[in-house]
């Protein structure tokens, strides 16, 4: 298998088949129709402390949401083109993110270990979380910091 | 055009912190689905940390379950921790 990016510059060249790019574009549905089982997108910031999370939320609005809505049009816009900018590519990146969140809670995942035993012929989430993982650890090779 | 600065202003010490002011820690929980690679940049590109205490603080929420990533004023500290939890990473504040 083909190295699916590499860095050019500020750009990132992006070679990935079609149904590749398929899987990449309907992760947003994906993301839209989770009940974000566990609350792995939903994490509070001072859990001990209600008065205090009720402020934080007050103060950071719907912010969280629009960041992440803002990433997923990015990749949507994005999924198709042969080379993408650094911001974009990190969009990408927490997408993928977010979606494997997703997907592991579907799967039931709560502890570590679980890739030693995980077969990707188990079911067709297992097969995606797999390969966003494959996806996001090829994004984080060519982004640097 | 100028002003003239008082030479010193003396302010009542009411012994009050206030809570803006006292310090903060951000807290980094371990999660068994961000891969390794991902949380070290997510520190790097945040926090500014080396490539070797990026590692360090990954190794640490792993193995021990949390580490401190940042800390400061409550505002600097729950703004890390909306950026944390923008890239996936389940963070919390703590009193320092």
Redesign the interface.
Known sequence: MSTPFTRKGAEVRVRLDADSRAVLAALPELLAGSDDAGG??S?????SDAEAEAR?RD??GD??DD??REDRSTLTRSCGDATIGLEEAEAW??VI??A??VL?ARLG??????EEEADPGQSPEMALLGYL?YL??GL??V?G? | MTTVAPDRIDLPDTGETHEVDRAWQVVVW??????M??V??VF??LFGHTVEEATRLMLQV?HEGRAVVSSGPLEKA?LD??RL????L????ERA
């Open positions: 792995r997108l994490y509070r910031v001072h859990p934080y103060l950071v912010s969280l960041l992440r990146m927490r993110g977010e494997r969140l592991a995942i709560s502890h570590d270990g679980w993982g996001q650890d984080v090779g982004l910091v | 371990n999660d068994p689905v961000n891969l690679s991902y070290v940049w790097r590109k792993h729950e921790c909306h939890h923008h890239h996936g389940w963070a919390t504040l």
